[in-house]
């Protein structure tokens, strides 16, 4: 069956270290992946999109990597300040022309001064 | 100005209650979404139109009915309202219609309960 998975478990770090996310998918085949940020109350902001053939892509202090053999996406977030601390949602989209976003659970992030 | 602003943001009624959420956007964006978020944090897409025609249309109870009058307004009815229909509700939007472009604008959610 197709699934996304993040890690449902809250990820507790402290400021200044460097916080790592993981999305992990099955039987999918994404041209592209995104990251979402969601704080409570509020719906998602759009991040970070990396397209199948990149590797790697960087945003001021995130940045992500997407490995279509592993079928995983690394976020990280370098000197991580309590601002940060939100839940972050990966997401797939694909090559047909729907604009459709399949979306993971999101994993919650704390940075705690 | 809000990009995509929902209303209401709060809905609490009754079960078997008919219901109207409004979204508009001022983006200038082609395409609009409605996405529903489960008590898990699941967002799953409901519908999509682009330009006023209905592209996506998952496995959703026909009571609920997607209304869009214009590229800029989709608005979600829905009939029978039953227990199971509380959830926040989203509404997104997006440039063009193809892959490549469809980085969401999301509106604030509107928090449907039913009692």
């Known amino acids: 069956s197709q699934k996304i998975e993040q890690n449902s478990e809250a990820l507790n770090i402290q400021e200044g270290k460097t916080a790592t996310l993981t999305c992990n998918y099955t039987n999918y085949s994404p041209a592209y992946l995104q990251w979402y940020r969601q704080d409570p109350g509020r719906g998602p902001v759009f991040l970070l999109l990396i397209r199948e053939n990149e590797k790697e892509k960087r945003k001021e202090r995130l940045k992500v990597t997407f490995d279509t053999t592993l079928k995983q996406s690394l976020f990280h977030i370098t000197a991580s300040q309590p601002a940060d601390s939100a839940t972050y949602l990966c997401?797939?989209?694909?090559?047909?022309?729907?604009?459709?976003?399949?979306f993971g659970q999101g994993t919650t992030l704390q940075v705690k001064p | 100005d809000t990009a995509v602003s929902q209303t209401p943001k709060y809905l609490v009624t009754q079960m078997g209650n008919d219901k109207s959420i409004k979204c508009e956007q001022n983006l200038g964006h082609d395409t609009m979404y409605w996405y529903k978020q489960d008590s898990k944090k699941f967002l799953k897409i409901m519908f999509s139109y682009n330009n006023k025609e209905l592209i996506i249309n998952e496995t959703v109870p026909n009571r609920f009915s997607p209304k869009s009058p214009d590229k800029a307004h989709l608005n979600l009815h829905i009939n029978s309202l039953e227990l199971g229909d509380s959830a926040v509700y989203f509404c997104?939007?997006?440039?063009?219609?193809?892959?490549?472009?469809?980085?969401?604008?999301f509106g604030s959610g509107t928090r449907l309960t039913v009692v």
């Open positions: 997401a797939l989209s694909f090559s047909s022309n729907t604009g459709k976003l399949i």
């Open positions: 997104a939007s997006s440039r063009g219609q193809g892959a490549r472009s469809a980085r969401y604008t």
